[in-house]
């Protein structure tokens, strides 16, 4: 007789808490309206039959079956069926996380499920379960959900994110892409609690935390990389480059760019040309 035994530890929480919404079925037909629209919330949406394609923004990505797709919160999407092959595909609604390829701004990611059945088998049988409405359906729904999370963070190695956490990190995208764009014009901490309508403290923890230096810090950073790029690709005078990229005098730009580069700006362009 042979015995083997597996000890299990006690796990820690693997990822932030997901509460699953709702499970739905689609299927195209004539009353198929595709409008794009937006949730709070994560939504899995995994194609069982047909074709199409998956709209976000400008982006387009074709969908077949097999096909996963995650959908982060906030992001205006829609679906369109091909009129020869319908779609069809399950929903999952979860709040409380979503995921993240790497740290980075959330996006729309697909992946192919198809040389993973057991995918597809948690989707079918959390839609079975949710309509059995038998008791303990919704518990084991849940518990469906989780197993299923960790199957997709294993497999592509997703990073999982609470919501508060995504949410804090919509703000501090929503600054560093108006930084990155209006360098030029003249920006305070008061100027980007407009902008976010948060509280300012907050907002500077919240960059800080995210980026890992402040916003006036990144407004410099990004001021000074722009003029590198003019003192390499321009003849303008150092003085029209301190204006162009938003810093209050010539003497204030030399003595940051000094700071971060180690010379002054005539010297770093000097030293460009030999």
């Known amino acids: 007789m042979s015995n083997t035994r597996y000890s299990v530890r006690q ?45 976000a923004g400008e982006k387009s990505y074709p969908l077949e079956a097999g096909r996963l797709v995650i959908i982060p919160p906030y992001v205006e999407h829609t679906e369109c069926s091909s009129e020869e092959n319908p779609l069809e595909y399950f929903v999952l609604g979860i709040e409380g996380v979503s995921f993240l390829q790497s740290e980075e701004q959330p996006s729309i990611m697909t992946y192919d499920v198809r040389k993973d059945s057991g995918i597809t088998e948690l989707f079918q049988q959390i839609h079975q379960e ?27 190695r997703l990073v999982p994110v609470a919501n508060e956490s995504l949410n804090l990190m919509k703000e501090c995208f929503q600054i560093k892409e108006y930084l990155d ?9 008061d100027t980007l609690t407009r902008l976010t309508h948060i509280n300012k403290y907050y907002m500077v923890h919240a960059f800080t935390k995210c980026m890992g230096i402040s916003p006036i810090q990144y407004l410099n ?19 029209d480059i301190a204006s162009l990229t938003g810093f209050s005098s010539q003497s204030y730009f030399s003595q940051a760019f ?17």
Do not use: M
């Open 11 to 55: 796990p820690s929480a693997p990822y932030p808490e997901a509460h699953l919404l709702y499970v739905s079925v689609s299927r195209y037909g004539v009353d198929w309206k595709s409008i794009p629209h937006t949730h709070y919330f994560t939504e899995l949406l995994l194609v069982t039959k047909g074709s199409g394609s998956f709209r």
């Open 130 to 156: 949710i309509r059995s409405n038998l008791y303990g359906s919704e518990a084991i729904c849940q518990h469906l959900l989780e197993v299923l999370i960790l199957k997709l963070i294993r497999f592509w």
């Open 181 to 189: 764009t209006n360098y030029a014009e003249h920006i305070t901490l």
């Open 221 to 239: 950073k990004r001021r000074l990389e722009i003029a590198c790029h003019l003192l390499e690709t321009s003849d303008h005078s150092i003085v």
């Open 258 to 274: 000094r700071k971060a580069y180690g010379t002054s700006p005539v010297g770093y362009r000097q030293r460009g040309k030999e």
